[in-house]
């Protein structure tokens, strides 16, 4: 069974920072690609980053130049540093990747059960 935590969500004031985590655990042949969503209330679920297995990664505009991905490959980690926060960016945060629980078949996507960003002063 696979499962994916994330952590590192919380209160923060507009212009600040926070680094959310998530691992990836349990029977896993191999990940593709990771990635963050948020859903704020009453929005449909959104993606905000993403990164390959070969480690490309991918941003929405409203996050470019202040949101970063990266990912440890060997600990089946994942991670969002978040700078320059906005109000706008409060929702919660899922991590998201696309997993081949055995051998070499076709990637199943799984999801975190998310973590709260609020940005507010």
């Known amino acids: 069974q696979v499962q994916l935590v994330e952590s590192g969500g919380g209160l923060v004031q507009p212009g600040g920072s926070l680094r959310l985590s998530c691992v990836a655990s349990g029977t896993i042949f191999s990940i593709d690609a990771m990635g963050w969503y948020r859903q704020a209330p009453g929005n449909r679920r959104e993606l905000v980053a993403s990164?390959?297995?070969?480690?490309?990664?991918n941003y929405a505009d409203s996050v470019k130049g202040r949101f970063t991905i990266s990912r440890d490959f060997a600990k089946n980690m994942v991670f969002l540093q978040m700078n320059s926060l906005k109000p706008e960016d409060t929702a919660v945060y899922y991590c998201?990747?696309?997993?081949?629980?055995?051998?070499?078949?076709?990637?199943?996507?799984?999801w975190g059960q998310g973590t709260q960003v609020t940005v507010s002063s």
């Open positions: 998201n990747a696309d997993i081949r629980p055995y051998s070499p078949t076709l990637p199943l996507p799984y």
């Open positions: 990164i390959t297995y070969d480690a490309r990664t």
